[in-house]
């Protein structure tokens, strides 16, 4: 399964934006698909994750209330709103694949390319 994430830019602080995830294939509905990010000098960073059966979501406490993962189970597609953003939130935004429920990196066994988020003050 081949990932592509699209959707960042440059937003100032307070505004929105959503992003995508967009696989190749088609997504069982054991696999959870997840959000990550990674600023420049830190590592990668769990943001949240859904899994594709039923939907359920789960986030990091930095993103709770203000990030909103969703997907479009027939289109393959998943999708990151995210409100109210903040400067800390800057960061290369990665979607990736799971096969079971998952938080850390290392349990993610596909990844798409990543997508700039820039959040001015």
């Known amino acids: 399964v081949q990932l592509q994430a699209s959707g960042g830019g440059l937003v100032q602080a307070g505004g929105s934006l959503e992003l995508s995830c967009v696989a190749s294939?088609?997504?069982?509905?054991?696999?959870?698909m997840g959000w990550f990010r990674q600023a420049p000098g830190k590592e990668r960073e769990f943001v949240g994750n859904?899994?594709?059966?039923?939907?359920?979501?789960y986030y990091a406490d930095s993103v709770k209330g203000r990030f909103t993962i969703s997907r479009v189970g027939a289109e393959n597609a998943m999708y990151l709103q995210m409100n109210n953003l903040k400067p800390e939130d800057t960061a290369v935004y990665y979607c990736?694949?799971?096969?079971?429920?998952?938080?850390?990196?290392?349990?993610?066994?596909?990844w798409g390319q990543g997508t700039q988020v820039t959040v001015s003050s």
């Open positions: 990736a694949r799971a096969l079971a429920f998952a938080t850390a990196p290392s349990e993610f066994i596909n």
């Open positions: 859904i899994r594709w059966g039923h939907g359920r979501v």
């Open positions: 294939s088609r997504i069982f509905s054991s696999a959870v």
